[in-house]
């Protein structure tokens, strides 16, 4: 029993040393809803704007997905983004896409956005910085941020145009606060 017992101890006390520096030491700095979305910023794809801060998005609902052309989860995902920028842009509705593939992948990402009809923003960012400072733990992963910069929700992969999904961005989008 008690050769058990250590080795036990071990891994528990390996857990535990591990969950602490995964973890955020200021849980001020955690992201998650209701907190501010930290700044980020990465250049565009499409050359005509070379870098696009998030700080520039104040006052949009945005809707922040981390992304690669490789996965095929985003792939499915993306249509539904699509389909929801076009019916809220009008009203103040950003869609950036973040994407995390290899360095010198940008044909391959604006090939990717034409065969899908993508229209709303794609940035690259090749060194995954996003998901450092979003605290991303995958792709798709994304982040919905109100007016006033606040993340209110985070998800994988979902049908961004399903009713549930449109009356929150819906809500958001009416919510002045």
């Known amino acids: 029993m008690k050769r058990l017992l250590a080795p036990l101890a071990l891994?528990?006390?390996?857990?535990?040393?591990?969950?602490?520096?995964?973890?955020?030491?200021?849980?001020?700095?955690?992201?998650?809803?209701?907190?501010?979305?930290?700044?980020?910023?990465?250049?565009?794809?499409?050359?005509?704007?070379?870098?696009?801060?998030?700080?520039?998005?104040?006052?949009?609902?945005?809707?922040?997905?981390?992304?690669?052309?490789?996965?095929?989860?985003?792939?499915?995902?993306?249509?539904?983004?699509?389909?929801?920028?076009?019916?809220?842009?009008?009203?103040?509705?950003?869609?950036?896409?973040?994407?995390?593939?290899?360095?010198?992948?940008?044909?391959?990402?604006?090939g990717f956005a034409r065969e899908h009809g993508l229209t709303f923003e794609i940035l690259h960012d090749p060194a995954a910085t996003v998901m450092d400072v979003f605290q991303a733990s995958g792709v798709p992963q994304s982040f919905l941020i109100d007016r006033e910069g606040r993340i209110r929700r985070t998800t994988f992969a979902t049908d961004w145009f399903s009713p549930a999904n449109r009356a929150e961005v819906e809500a958001l989008l009416e919510s002045t606060d």
């Not at 849980?27 to 910023?41: D, F, I, L, N």
């Open 11 to 110: 891994m528990a006390l390996g857990a535990a040393l591990v969950t602490g520096l995964l973890a955020p030491a200021d849980e001020s700095a955690r992201v998650a809803a209701g907190t501010a979305a930290p700044e980020y910023t990465a250049p565009t794809i499409d050359g005509a704007v070379p870098v696009r801060a998030l700080a520039d998005t104040r006052g949009d609902v945005v809707l922040l997905n981390v992304w690669a052309t490789w996965c095929p989860p985003c792939v499915e995902e993306m249509p539904t983004m699509q389909r929801l920028w076009e019916t809220y842009r009008d009203r103040g509705l950003r869609v950036i896409a973040v994407s995390i593939d290899d360095k010198g992948a940008g044909d391959v990402i604006r």
